[in-house]
C-alpha cells in the first residue's frame, strides 16, 4: 500500500493509524502547541480529542497564534509503508540540475551539523557545502510518501523567486530524500509574532505584501500551497520573507478546482470543509494571518478542531469594536474582503496587492512621503513633526469594514514619517495618492458581498474560553 501524505485527494479512512499514534498526536498537542492535526485525521481524531479537549492548554499566548499544524505525527506513517515505493518512478520528474540521485552521497559534499527545525516527516539541519562553505539547511523526506516527489517538483518549479526558499540540491538514498535548501537563519514568522505581539500597520503591511507577493507568485505558477501559515514563513538574517513547506501544495490549472481536507484547521478556508476549492483558499489563510498581525489573535478559534471548524464555518467577526476601534479602516476593508466566506466575492491576490492598504503602507513614494505641516510653513520654523498622511479612504457605503476612528489609520510618525522624510508639496502628495487609489479595481458585486450571504462577521469568542486566554489580544 502506499501512502499518501497528508492533505493529499484521499479518503482519510484509508491511511490506518492505530490508537496509540491518535493518542501519541493528542498529547503532543498538550505539550506542544504547535505540532498537532492534520485535517486528514480530523476524522478519526475528533472522537479522541473531544475526550480531552476540555484538558488542553488553549490559553497560552503561543496556542491563539500557531493554529492548528498539519500533519501526522513524526513516524505515524513509516512503519506502514514500504520505503520507495511508488516515489522512484516519479522521482524523474525532480529536475536534473539539483538531483543528485544515488550515486553521489550527501555527506561527500555537506557536513551536517545542528538540527535547526522540526517538520512531521523528518527533521531539518544545518549543513555547510564542503566546497564553497555556505551554509544551507537540509530536510530529510522520508520515501513512502506519495507526495514527497510533489513537494520536490513543486518547490523546483517555484524555485527562483526571491519569497520561495530556493532548493538547490536533492540526494537520493534507500530510504529517504535529502532536500538542500537556502538557509532561512532568521527563524520563522509565528516565531517572531509572538515576540512582537500586536504589528504596527505599517509593518504589518510590509510583510504581509511580501507574503501576498509570493502567494500571487505561486498562482500565477499555477500552485496552490494549501498550508500559509506563520509557520511556514520563515525569514533570512535581513528578515525577507521565504514560503516553505511545500508539502500541501497542488498544481492547479485554470477553473480546476481540488477536494481533499488539507491545510491548518484556524486557517482553513470553510470551503476546504465542504469540498471543491481553488488557490483562493490562499487568500483566506492569508486573511487570517493578516487578522493576526493586526490584532495579535486568530479570528477563529475554539477549545477542539469541530468549535474551529464552526467557526471558520458559521462567526461573524465584528470588525467594529474592541481592537479593531484602533485599526484603521482600509486594513479591515482588505481582511473583509479576504476572509468573505463567498469565494466568487473573495478577492485575489493580485487584487490584495492593489488594494489601498498595501499601496498606501508599502508605495515607496507613499512610505517616505511627507508634506511640510501648514503651521511650519506658516511659523517658518522647522518643525521635525511632519503632517501625517491619512490613510486611503474607502467608501463606507460600499464596505461593511468601517471605522469610527478616522485618522487611526495613518502610520504613527515614528515608523514611517521620520527625519528621513523628503519634504514633497501637496500636489504631488495628492498625485500619488491617486495614482495608489485608481490601481485598485474590484468590482462592484466584491465591494457590495464583502462577507459573503452571512453579512458582516463578528468576532464571537468560544464560551468556553476565558478572556484571560483565546480571546485577549497579547
Ligand atoms: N530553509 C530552511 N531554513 C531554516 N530552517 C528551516 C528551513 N526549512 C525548514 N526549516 C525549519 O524546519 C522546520 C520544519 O520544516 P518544514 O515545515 O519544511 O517541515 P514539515 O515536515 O513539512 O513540517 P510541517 O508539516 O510540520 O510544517 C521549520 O518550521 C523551520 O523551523
Redesign the pocket.
Known sequence: MRKKR?GSETDASKNVQNEDELGQTCDSRSSNI??HYSLEDYSRLKKKCKEDASTQPTGSFKSRLAGI???PP?GASSSLVPPGRGLKRKIGCIDVNTQMGRKNKIEEDYVKFDV?????????W?CKSKVSGVE??C?I?RKGEETVHR?VEIMQHLSGHPGV?TLHAVYEEAECFHLV?????G??LIDQMMEVGQYSEQRAANIFKDVMLVIKYCHDMGVVHR?IKP??I?LTTSGKI?L?????AMRISNGQTLSGLAG?PAYVAPEVLSGNYSEKVDIWSAGVLLHALLAAVLPFKGDSLETVFDAIKNVKLDFHSGIWETISKPARDLMARMLTRDVSARITADEVLRHPWILFYTERTLRTLTIKSKLKSQVGGSSRHPVILPGPELDESKTDAGSRHEDSHAPSSSESLSDKSEEQDDSGLVDVLAVAISNVRISEPKRSRLCGPTGPIEQQCSSNMTTNNLCRAF
Open positions: 497528508k504547535r505540532s499544524a498539519t500533519a513524526c535547526i527545525g522540526h517538520g512531521k516527516f523528518g527533521s531539518v544545518l544551507f539547511a530536510k523526506l513537494e526558499v535548501m537556502e538557509l532561512c537563519s527563524g520563522r498550508d509557520e511556514n520563515l521565504k516553505a513547506d511545500f508539502g500541501l491548518s
